[in-house]
Each structure stands twice: as C-alpha cells, then as structure tokens.
C-alpha cells in the first residue's frame, strides 16, 4: 500500500503541478556556477567520457561544472559520507552527486544519508513510468521513494568469441558441462567487484529452489536452502576455471582483456552494448557475439542520489534532470557514444523524441531488446551481502 501512495503521489505531482517545479526556475538559478562532484564508478572508459560530455552540456546549458570522483566501488563514496555525518558535518559535504544501487542504497536510505525525495521536482521524470513496482521507483526490490533518479538500464549478459565457440550452453547451470569439456577457457570477476557478485546472483536467481524467497530480506534458514544448490554447482565449475580457480580477474575490464587476448572465450557485462562498443574500439575482436541464458538475465535501472549534505544540491538535481532529458538519453544510447539502453518510458515520448532512437546506429554484436530475453528481477540487497561474504570464506585463503 505504502509504495502505491507514492508511486500515486509522485503521478499526480507531474499532473496536476507542484511548488517544486514551479521553483525550477530558481534551483537553476541556484545552480548556476557551481561544480557538482560526481561520485561514479571509474572503472569504464566510455562511462567517462559520458560524464565528461555531459560536464560540458552542463556548462553551456546551466553553468554547472560536474566532476567525475573515479570509484573503484561505491562503497568509497557511501564510507565518505557515512565519516561525514560522524563528524557532524552535515553541510558543505565532499559528495553532491552518487551513482548508486542496491545494498549501498539500502544502507543510505536507512541510515538517513540521502537529500529528498527529489524525484518529483524533477520536469524530466513525467518521462519515467512511475506506476507502483516499476523498474523506476525500485532498486533490488526496495522502493525508492523518490530518493533515486534512474539515468541507464543494466542488463547482465555474457560475450562469446563466435570464432572459438559453437557450443553455447543453455542456461548458467549448463556452464558446468561447457567448463568440464573446456577447461580454464572461462572465469568470472572476483565476487568483491560488483560483476563478479552478479555472476553469483545469476546463477542463484537460476538456481533457487523458491526464487520468490529471494525478493525479501535474507535469513539464515532461507539462505541455507535456497543456495545449497548454487555452491554444490559451484565447486563442480571452480576447478575447470581459468587458472583452475585459484585467481579471478579484478574486474569485467580485466576479464574482458582475458577474452581480447584469447586466454578465455567469456567476459561478462552489465550493459548489452559493451562488446559492440569494445570491437568498434578495436578491443575485443569483430567475432565477439553476446549469449543470455535461455530464461533470461538480471535486470536493473541505475541510479544517481544525492547525500543529505551535499554541498550542491541544486546542481546535483540539475545533473540528474539532465540525464533524464530524451536527446540526453538518446545520445547514451547511441552505441558510439555508450550504447546503454534509455530508462524512460517509449509510451511517454513525443515523436521527435522518439525519431532520435530509431535513428541510433546498429552494429552485429548489438542486441535487440528482443535478444535479451526476459529480464529477471534482482534479489533483495541483503542476499548479495551474504552471497559474496559467503563466497570469501569458501574460496579464498
């Protein structure tokens, strides 16, 4: 009921108009000149140069610098804050703008370290679908409630080298035959990095005896059932691994080198677009295709939030309207750019909005959104914390 009113209340905000975007005009004049510090995952050169096109549209359009802080994990920014409020600084903090999912939203959220809601004064999110569950009031099944701004769609997949692989398997469980019959041919991110972590939950989503159990807050009982089948899954994959699983790439750049170079024939992505981005780049080779198990692949939106303190706030709401504007969504789509499916709602463009997607570029490693198959919801946030720590103490020394 809770998530209804305010998927309600955030719908009627855009119909029927309200204080905060009748005040948009000054947030802009109140963000104007000012530089927003945005924490983001560094690990991706194309999402970098987004954030730098987008520092540049900013200037010309709102006076607005933005930033780019390089995380190597979120978590960076989250202790930032969290050291910021234990030190009474609650003004003027270092963080004015986030990008942000699951359990480091959860714990935000729950520890009161987000400024908001601040989705409805955005004029830009009438774009969104904000019905009650959608993808866009939701990060790993906990409601947002307007303390997130969706700005891309994530989507786990895998890319195959086509030259060197003919015998897909079905479904992440079949990848315990494929490694068996090609030994040290595929590896997954270390579980510490958030793809690594993804590769897990995949394969438990698949795995789980009651995937609806994995939509609420873990426990020890669910945990002990609902998993037993991954890590006896698991222990019979590890030792036909790459280096018969005794190292993992750091990340999916590193990975994704390993199947450049021909070490491996997997990698593993978050965004669909990443192997054609990486062959136009001349990165992977033009044989590079990308596989989904049959069932389908975790899904999300991304998220930008701003911390309670920030010290630009305003321009952080001007940064986070900005990625939500169609010709801003349409341009990160475009695979030369990053290719990163929109968030906003098709139903809800007009046709020159519209006409700026179904002009985009394709490319033959580029998935349709019929190719990538249905899109599995992610299990609540405290599952992937058990999940890794789990994974830690079982395989690491």
Do not use: C
């Amino acid at each position: 009921m809770k998530k209804l009113v305010i998927a309600l209340s955030l719908a009627a905000s855009f119909a029927l108009g309200t204080p905060a975007l009748a005040d948009w005009a000054r947030t802009q004049a109140e963000g104007r000149g000012q530089t927003v510090y945005f924490n983001a995952w560094g690990g991706d050169p194309r999402t970098n140069a987004f954030i730098d096109w987008v520092s540049e549209r900013m200037q010309v359009r709102y006076g607005v610098t933005v930033e780019q802080v390089k995380l190597s994990d979120t978590s960076e920014a989250v202790s930032r804050v969290q050291a910021e409020k234990a030190a009474g600084k609650d003004t003027g903090g270092a963080v004015d703008l986030m990008w942000i999912n699951g359990p480091n939203f959860l714990a935000m959220k729950q520890a009161g370290l987000l400024a908001g809601p601040f989705l409805a004064d955005l004029p830009n999110a009438k774009y969104l679908d904000l019905a009650a569950g959608s993808a866009a009031t939701t990060d790993f099944t906990v409601p947002t409630e307007g303390y997130e701004s969706p700005w891309r769609l994530a989507k786990f997949v895998f890319a195959y080298d086509a030259d060197r692989v003919s015998d897909l398997p079905e479904d992440m469980a079949g990848l315990d035959a494929w490694a068996a019959a090609h030994p040290g041919r595929f590896t997954h991110p270390n579980p510490a990095n958030f793809m690594g972590a993804t590769f897990l939950k995949q394969a438990l989503v698949e795995m789980a005896p009651d995937p609806a159990a994995l939509a609420s807050p873990v426990t020890d009982a669910a945990y002990i059932e609902e998993t037993a089948p991954l890590w006896v899954w698991y222990d019979a994959l590890r030792p036909n691994l790459w280096r018969e699983g005794r190292d993992f790439p750091e990340n999916e750049s590193a990975q994704a080198q390993l199947l450049a170079d021909g070490e491996t024939d997997f990698a593993m992505f978050f965004d669909p677009a990443a192997p054609a981005a990486l062959i136009q780049q001349q990165i992977l080779p033009p044989s590079v295709r990308v596989w989904v198990p049959k069932d389908g692949t975790i899904g999300n939106m991304s998220f930008v939030a701003i911390p309670y303190n920030a010290a630009h706030r305003a321009g952080a709401e001007l940064v986070a309207n900005f990625l939500l504007d169609p010709a801003t969504q349409a341009h990160m789509q475009n695979i030369d750019v990053l290719g990163s499916y929109s968030v906003l709602d098709p139903a809800k463009l007009d046709d020159a909005a519209k006409a700026d997607f179904t002009t985009l570029p394709t490319a033959p490693a580029l998935p349709s959104l019929a190719d990538l198959g249905p899109t599995l919801p992610e299990p609540h946030p405290s599952w992937m914390t058990r999940l890794t720590e789990d994974w830690a103490k079982r395989y690491t020394k």
